[in-house]
């Protein structure tokens, strides 16, 4: 057996052994062994605890020995038949619970056994698959009756049915009188008789399946009993609110039917009703709101109603479980329909509360892309939107900005500037990359404009040169070429491209202000001196020595 | 008697442990000395002073695990389950499941028994064979046996001995329902007692289903209430099963037709759903917070909430399954009219079923029953080609195996069969 295995089990069987003799004890330090049992199960789902008289054994391993005194719970248990216990994909926490209630007040004796028998029959043990052996109790019953079979076969069937009709059938003209007075008992047989003989009351294959799926319907079913339970207090006295929420949330999480939604919309309207907020206090430990929209059809439109009248009747956490899995449902199914679904889901939904249940500032990349792309989906404002982005981490509005219609681009350029100024260098590159793209003199604007504004940030260069060629296609150079050329706090790349081009392709008149001479040039890097000297012997400016003479009486006014 | 005497005096089924104790130590040393050794027939004496507290005559089971006198079981705790089981084992290897012991015997009888256990310890399976002890016998119980073994009994008869267990049952609850009603005291479902009939009905119906439903419908006597409430179970079960409707559903709508009919049946006819549905709820809900520790299981809230969708106005829109709790048991009801002391036959409740189809019964209820049934039901009185008259005991898909009026039971051909009502006769 793995190792890892047989280690589960002893610890599973080890706390359930403690869980049943703590219900002997004290009820209410049952919740947290219950809780610590179903999570440990719940590591090994497929684990089964082989009963045997005296042990529990995990893949014919003795995991757990019974305890001479305390361990009798467990001989209990066997001698009613129980042999198998295995943990259900739906169990809860509560499961184990009660099956320790249950089995610490399980005696031998015939009279315990047989209720602990008839609450398993029941379905009492909800979340957890009991494999039972017929009982010894039940295996008596029948002992005296049936004394060899094996010798008899199936002939003695024959024999234990009594002949009835030993002599002549009759009855007496009395009878027959009092009959004929009775129209109800006028009935011919024939009618039956020929109608099955020639199969005019067979059921077709589409009546059966309509019987079938009417009578499994978990979906009335679980509205029926939520009417029961709700309007019958003799029946509501005996509930455990927590089984009946039990129950609506495997209903409500198996059919997504409205109409369960809307039971629970109802629950959540009897605020000062103490069995409606227990049934909705286990609902909301179960996370049912998540569960719901994680695995529900939200094709239906009156799904969707029903989702949004419930999501306005929520607690905050339960609308932030409720927001986070329509992310998560966004993340998950890539679909375009699921998408669409969810859109549709969202226009339920009061925006403004969604929106603030979402924590649009925390989300990560992806789930902030999905989140604007489903409010995008909806028609959200553009004005809004705007709020939208200055929430959003940077990474995600850099590349939604690439997605974004005109409108939606022009009421976001604040938020858009903030991003060309504060971002990560790979965002606002991918972004400048895009607004070239749109060879849209406005973006240049706001491009060349956050550049110049954070002209000491290191830009690469082939981003620079993108952004100054597209200020001078633009003829913007004389705003944004020029001042940083002689801008020291402006980054190299910038102020040397900007002159290349500006020497390329500029005004002289622009050169000329451009290269004009200032002593902070011999500050400046040597090529980068050597290049402005360069563009002012072009326009046919006086050597150096000139300048230098201008430097020297500069010199000499500044000493005086 | 001195005080100490009283207090050490025990009742001779508590003793019991002591007896299991005894014989397993003697079983041991006969295995460990043999049945001559002093400490054997030391060990023998014991065993006879623990049988001479016991009183017999009594008689003592071993059966899948529980220890038994004379079908009670006998409390142990784990060590002294582990030492019946040591015993248990060589008894099962020999044969047998069941000591009786007729009368106190001596320490010789007790060696023997156990000289012939010990063989079957080891493995033998004659240890016992040609053995005859005086006051001391043993039998076999079948079905007793562990594992596998224990499914072997005939289904067919398992079928029929739980189905009569039902009824029995049934007459008993309904006996003690009359009982209380006349009483004045408080009128409730038992629940227990109903989960026992459940139970049952489930596991015969598992076994052989036309074997219950065969035991019911031919079994001597009247169709009392308890009969009818029994049979209106079935049938709903039959039904249920037949559609593959799940198990939970099914026990749920076949438990609130045999509750129904319990309430509301007499002696002949009795009320109608309708007529009782205003009490029903209350009838099944009086014991329910007394006796549940964990609160009421999905089973009885399921049943109590069909109970409280019929006292609607409009119960089957909820769940259509009502529709068949209600036709049933209407013909059940009928099954044994008022004023008059014929039983009708499954034939002649089909033949109201489908004369009042549409009328008082959803047609494709009628037709899931006819379904269950076929054109030739158990029980149904019919007539043979020359006249002779019988009633169907088996129908199969060309062959009838029909109980004739003089006793013998004859297979026909299903064409050379028509149906007889019982009040044509």
């Given at each position: 057996m793995h190792g890892g295995v047989g280690d589960m089990g002893k610890a599973i069987a080890s706390l359930l052994d403690k869980l049943v003799r703590n219900s002997r004890n004290?009820?209410?330090?049952?919740d947290l062994a219950s809780q610590r049992l179903h999570a440990l199960w719940g590591q090994t789902p497929t684990l089964e605890l082989a009963i045997g008289p005296d042990h529990v054994m995990v893949d014919d391993e003795v995991v757990f020995e019974a305890?001479?005194?305390?361990?009798?719970w467990i001989l209990a248990a066997f001698m009613a038949g129980v042999r198998s216990i295995r943990m259900d994909a739906?169990?809860?926490?509560d499961d184990f619970m009660l099956l320790a209630v249950e089995l610490g007040a399980l005696e031998i004796n015939a009279t315990s056994m047989l209720r602990f028998r008839d609450w398993l029959w029941s379905d009492?043990?909800?979340g957890l698959s009991i494999k039972l052996q017929r009982s010894f109790v039940e295996v008596l019953e029948a002992m005296d009756i049936v004394v060899d079979p094996r010798a008899t076969g199936s002939s003695r069937a024959k024999e234990l049915i009594?002949?009835?009709?030993?002599?002549q059938f009759a009855i007496s003209g009395d009878e027959l009188e009092r009959v004929a007075e009775r129209p109800e008992l006028q009935t011919s047989i024939d009618l039956f008789s020929q109608g099955a003989q020639y199969r005019g009351f067979e059921m077709a294959p589409k009546e059966r399946a309509m019987l079938r799926a009417s009578c499994m319907d978990a979906e009335r079913w679980a509205l029926a009993e939520l009417e029961a339970s709700l309007t019958n207090v003799e029946l509501r006295q005996s509930l455990q609110p927590e089984r009946l929420a039990r129950r609506l949330l495997d209903y409500l999480v198996e059919t997504g039917a409205p109409s369960l939604i809307a039971q629970v919309c109802a629950l959540y309207r009897m605020e000062d009703d103490p069995f409606a907020t227990a049934v909705l206090a286990y609902l909301e430990r179960a996370y049912f709101a998540q569960r719901l929209i994680l695995d529900i059809?939200?094709?239906?439109e009156v799904v969707l109603s029903r989702l949004g009248e419930l999501f306005s009747l929520l607690s905050v956490a339960q609308q932030e479980s409720f927001a986070s899995a329509m992310l998560e449902r966004l993340l998950t199914r890539s679909e375009q329909e699921n998408t669409q679904q969810l859109a549709r889901l969202l226009k339920k939904l009061d925006l403004a509360t969604y929106r603030a249940r979402v924590h649009e500032s925390l989300l990560s990349t992806n789930a902030a892309m999905a989140h604007a792309d489903l409010l995008l989906r909806i028609g959200i404002a553009p004005k809004e939107f705007a709020s939208v982005l200055e929430a959003l981490e940077d990474v995600a509005v850099g590349r939604l900005f690439e997605l974004l219609p005109d409108a939606y681009m022009i009421e976001g350029e604040q938020r858009l500037l903030r991003l060309l100024q504060d971002a990560p260098r790979v965002v606002i590159e991918d972004l400048a990359a895009y607004l070239l793209s749109r060879e849209q003199v406005g973006y240049v604007h706001l491009l060349a404009g956050a550049m110049l504004k954070e002209r000491d940030r290191q830009w690469s260069r082939k981003t620079v040169r993108q952004v100054c060629e597209a200020i001078m296609l633009h003829q913007l150079e004389e705003k944004?070429?020029?001042?940083?050329?002689?801008?020291?706090?402006?980054s190299l790349p910038y102020r040397e491209i900007a002159l290349e081009l500006l020497l390329e392709r500029g005004s002289e008149e622009l050169i000329e202000r451009a290269t004009?001479?200032?002593?902070?040039?011999?500050?400046?890097h040597p090529d980068f001196r050597e290049r402005i000297k360069t563009g002012r012997e072009r326009l046919g400016?006086?050597?150096?020595h000139k300048t230098l003479k201008d430097r020297l009486a500069v010199g000499e006014e500044r000493e005086a | 008697m001195t005080e100490p005497q009283l207090q050490e005096t025990k009742e001779p089924r508590e003793v019991m442990p002591e007896v299991v104790l005894s014989l397993f130590v003697l079983l041991k040393t006969v295995m460990s000395h043999?049945?001559?050794h002093p400490f054997a027939r030391q060990m023998a004496g014991k065993v006879v002073e623990a049988v001479a507290q016991s009183e017999p005559e009594w008689s003592l089971q071993f059966i899948r695990g529980g220890v038994f006198r004379d079908r009670e079981l006998v409390q142990m705790g784990a060590g002294g389950f582990r030492r019946a089981q040591t015993i248990a084992l060589a008894l099962s290897r020999l044969g047998f499941h069941e000591i009786t012991v007729a009368k106190e015997v001596d320490e010789d009888a007790w060696l023997r028994l156990c000289a012939g256990l010990v063989k079957g310890a080891l493995g033998?399976?004659?240890?016992?064979?040609?053995v005859e002890i005086d006051g001391l016998s043993w039998r076999a119980i079948p079905d007793?046996?562990?594992?596998?073994?224990?499914?072997?009994?005939d289904p067919e008869v398992y079928a029929i001995v739980q189905t009569t267990l039902c009824r029995m049952d049934c007459e008993r609850i309904h006996e003690s329902l009359q009982k209380s009603a006349q009483a004045g005291e408080?009128?409730?479902?038992?629940w227990s007692a109903g989960l026992v009939v459940m139970r049952r009905l489930e596991r015969g119906l598992d076994a052989d289903t036309p074997a219950c439903a065969r035991t019911v419908e031919l079994s001597p006597g009247e169709w009392t209430p308890a009969r009818r409430a029994l049979s209106v179970a079935i049938e709903i079960m039959r039904v249920l099963i037949k559609l593959k409707v799940g198990i939970r559903e099914a026990r749920v709508a076949a438990h609130l037709g045999l509750i129904l009919s319990m309430m509301t049946y007499e002696e002949r006819a009795g009320r109608t759903m309708l007529e009782a549905s205003g009490g029903l709820l209350s009838f099944l809900t009086g014991q329910f917070s007394a006796s549940e520790r964990t609160g009421l299981p999905p089973h009885h809230v399921r049943v109590s909430t069909l109970a409280h969708l019929i006292?609607?106005?409009?119960?089957s829109k909820w769940l259509p399954v009502i529709h068949l709790v209600s036709l049933v048991h209407e013909l059940e009801r009928e099954r044994?009219?008022?004023?008059?002391s014929i039983d009708l036959t499954r034939a002649d409740l089909l033949g109201i079923a489908t004369r009042d189809m549409g009328v008082r019964f959803a047609p494709v209820w009628v037709k899931a029953l006819i379904d269950v049934h076929g054109a030739l039901p158990v029980g149904a009185r019919v007539r043979l080609g020359g006249g002779e008259q019988g009633v169907i005991l088996d129908a199969r898909a060309k062959e009838v195996d029909v109980l004739l009026g003089s006793g013998v039971m004859k297979t026909v051909g299903s064409q050379q069969l028509q149906l007889v009502s019982a009040l044509e006769l």
């Open positions: 004290q009820r209410e330090r049952l305890h001479k005194e305390l361990g009798d739906r169990a809860c926490a009492g043990s909800e009594p002949a009835r009709f030993g002599g059809s939200l094709e239906d944004y070429l020029v001042p940083p050329i002689r801008d020291r706090k402006a004009k001479w200032r002593l902070s040039e011999y500050f400046d400016s006086r050597p150096d | 043999n049945a001559g033998a399976s004659d240890g016992l064979d040609g007793a046996s562990w594992g596998d073994e224990a499914e072997e009994m408080g009128w409730y479902w038992p006292a609607q106005p409009d119960p044994a009219p008022e004023g008059v």
